[in-house]
């Protein structure tokens, strides 16, 4: 099932800025070198992340996404060697996992943990290579799952965590983040209009709050104790568990400030649904949205709520997915129905280091606040892209899903 090499659905990342030299690679409107690996999975591909360990270099685990009851979780891997994406485990799932994510923990100090989240929270312990070597050797003659005609161990199940202490039935997770700054804490978001905040270790609830007035769509990490989530409700609410009385509305998308928020009267619209939420590890002043059904990404600084701070608009099609480059501060990469995978600079909106020093600083941040931004790269997929991440431990690697597929790409 693995695919390789450059070319597939996808023949390269295309410079978009024409004229000036390009970005990084190439000059203007030029298709980068490209390496390309791509993987069919055989089904829909919804949840899909990248490995943080640096011992588990280009890893990924993918995740079905089928309307019945049992679907399905691999973990797969690149063969640098011959260019193959091929898996290395795989299991049942109950229900369409809505987010994976493995454990935040490059150095390998903890156990191999993966994450998922559909009608409650799993932990999975995924097998070391002397257990899968010692699996393969006993199950020669068994009826163990096989991955390319060779034994895959059973994956554990460490927890399965459920936020609703009354009864078993959870309200459906749609989100989930792991603190990479705190690995006990997991946050989760939920159609109840919760999030609930899990001590992991203890598998026990930390804290739960009724985040939203309707259906939390995703939640984030900001730090150790701040978190922020997105909701049906259009607003985004950022919390610090020192003070779990209170949230700080960063953003709604009803107010004025999104350029097609009015009514047809002139008045404040009802809000659109916020979808998707990324916070910039790299400076966290500032955050991104996605409004549902819409070709827009708003970008947000903390310190100025309600009016974003630069509209992204080069879309021709809902948008479905946002990463922030995890070494960079002011590059942020867009994905969404129209099949393409942008990357953008928004170094003249503020961040990082070039805030706009030269004369043209203030004018160049207006344009973008305007929607005025174009992007530096472009990648068009086969398919519209569901799923999008960028590698933390390999930042030169972003990965994209659609349809049954996973690609691979280095930026």
């Not at 390309?36 to 943080?52: D, K, L, P, Q, R």
Request: proline content about 5%; charged content about 20%; hydrophobic content about 35%.
């Amino acid at each position: 099932m693995g695919g390789g090499g450059a070319g597939g659905d996808g023949e390269a990342w295309v410079d978009q800025e024409q004229g000036n030299g390009g970005g990084r690679g190439g000059g203007g409107g030029e298709a980068k070198r490209s390496e390309i690996y791509t993987y069919e999975a055989g089904w829909h591909i919804y949840g899909m992340n990248w490995s943080v360990r640096r011992d588990k270099k280009y890893r990924l685990a993918i995740a079905s996404l089928l309307e019945q009851h049992n679907n399905h979780v691999q973990v797969v891997q690149l063969d640098e060697s011959s260019g193959d994406i091929a898996p290395v485990l795989t299991f049942d799932h109950p229900y369409p996992p809505t987010k994976t994510m493995f454990v935040p923990d490059p150095h390998s100090v903890r156990p191999d943990l993966l994450a998922t989240s559909a009608d409650h929270l799993r932990i999975w312990r995924i097998p070391s290579p002397d257990e899968a070597a010692a699996a393969a050797a006993a199950s020669s003659n068994s009826g163990s799952v096989r991955c390319n005609g060779t034994a895959s161990p059973d994956v554990e199940l460490r927890c399965e965590l459920n936020g609703n202490r009354n009864s078993d039935y959870c309200g459906p997770l749609t989100s989930f983040d792991w603190n990479d700054a705190d690995p006990r804490r997991i946050g989760t978001s939920s159609i109840d209009t919760t999030c609930t905040i899990w001590d992991v270790e203890r598998e026990a609830v930390d804290t739960q709050l009724i985040a939203h007035d309707k259906e939390v769509y995703d939640i984030a990490w900001g730090g150790a104790g701040v978190f922020a989530s997105v909701s049906a409700d259009g607003s985004v609410r950022v919390f610090d568990l020192r003070d779990k009385e209170h949230s700080t509305i960063i953003y709604e998308s009803g107010s004025g400030g999104s350029s097609n928020s009015a009514g047809a009267d002139g008045g404040a619209a009802s809000p659109t649904p916020l979808v998707r939420l990324g916070w910039n590890k790299q400076d966290p002043r500032y955050m991104a949205t996605i409004i549902m059904d819409s070709p827009k990404v708003v970008v947000l600084d903390i310190r100025y709520p309600t009016l974003p701070v630069v509209e992204l608009h080069r879309h021709h099609s809902p948008v479905n997915a946002i990463a922030w480059a995890p070494h960079s501060s002011c590059h942020i990469c867009t994905a969404g129905d129209d099949s393409q995978a942008l990357i953008w600079d928004l170094s003249s909106m503020g961040t990082g280091s070039n805030n706009g020093g030269n004369g043209n600083g203030n004018a160049a941040a207006a344009a973008a606040a305007e929607g005025g931004l174009d992007p530096i790269l472009a990648y068009t997929a086969g398919a519209e892209i569901e799923q999008l991440q960028w590698s933390a431990t390999q930042p030169d690697w972003v990965a994209i899903a659609f349809s049954t597929k996973l690609q691979i790409l280095r930026v």
